[in-house]
């Protein structure tokens, strides 16, 4: 792993030779993270979302972590969930359920899902008011700087076309600052029905972290990160700026391919 120094104000920047490198140094930041917030808090809330992050968290399933991490801590939720059953292939809930949850010793009332019977509109209310209830109790913490929780860790991936967790480009979503959760049903990625966190969410969370890999995502990449000018400045990937907590990004060589300084590492 190498960090690229290009621009500092996005976040620190972790460049991997291989997705296997990539998951090794995903799971640590991970486990680190958990024992910290465990100690600090007593508890560990992370956000998940849908896509290639949850098999590149396919370490945490083993040694060291299956020992060393405390999993009773461990609070679930979704950054972003696809409103359909939670049976249903495209389900958020059982990408994680089926590569991960299932393999790690989490307490079944800590794992926060849709409830997948509603509407959209219904699902993403009652989400945020499950998620109020457990603010008030302090399992998710609170931020001090904006009316919002303060998850632990959110962790994003991005599409090809800049999006993280269900927020897309040119839509809406984007200027959403009253709700904590909000839905879409035009989402370009199939399916189109969804509810996401909103900016303000998860720009108030302790750390945030994007992970993109492949080619495909290379122009995203350096429009999120790089110091393009003004037109990037609609992106939704470009628009992760927490407030105090800290960002990571975790690339591989393709993704990171386009970035400034990148060459260094490509020899
Ligand atoms: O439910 C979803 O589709 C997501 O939460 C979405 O934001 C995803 O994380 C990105 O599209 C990246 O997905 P890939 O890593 O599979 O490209």
């Keep these: 792993m190498a960090l690229l120094e290009s621009n500092k104000n996005r976040g620190e920047v972790r460049i991997h030779e291989s997705l296997d490198e990539l998951s090794t140094d995903l799971a640590d930041y991970i486990a680190e993270l958990s024992e910290a917030s465990v100690k600090e ?9 849908g896509g290639s992050i949850i098999t590149l968290m396919r370490n945490l399933c083993g040694a060291p972590y299956n020992k060393t991490v405390d999993w009773s801590k461990w609070y679930i939720f979704w950054a972003d969930e696809r409103v359909v059953a939670k049976n249903h292939a495209d389900s958020n809930y059982k990408l994680a359920k089926d590569h991960l949850l299932s393999k790690l010793p989490i307490v079944p009332s800590h794992v926060h899902s849709i409830n ?11 989400y945020e008011f499950v998620i109020r209830q457990l603010v008030r109790t302090r399992v998710v913490n609170v931020s001090d700087v904006s009316d919002c ?3 632990d860790l959110i962790l994003l991936g991005m599409g090809p076309d800049g999006h993280v967790a269900s927020l897309i480009p040119d839509h ?6 009253n709700e904590w959760v909000t839905f879409i049903t035009t989402s370009p990625k199939p399916p189109p029905e969804r509810i996401t966190f909103t900016l303000p969410v998860i720009n108030s969370a302790a750390n ?8 495909g995502k290379a122009e995203a990449v350096r429009l999120a990160i790089d110091d393009v000018g003004p037109e990037c400045a609609v992106l939704p990937a470009r628009m992760i700026e927490p407030i105090v907590g800290k960002l990571v990004w975790f690339l591989d060589h393709q993704a990171a391919s386009k970035l400034k300084g990148f060459s260094q590492f490509s020899n």
Aim: aromatic share 8%; net charge negative; glycine share 6%.
């Design 41 to 49: 808090r007593g508890f560990f809330a992370i956000a998940l979302s």
């Design 116 to 126: 997948d019977s509603l509407t959209a509109e219904e699902a993403a209310n009652e």
């Design 149 to 151: 929780p303060k998850f």
């Design 172 to 177: 809406p979503v984007l200027e959403e600052k």
């Design 208 to 215: 945030v972290a994007v992970v993109a890999t492949g080619s």
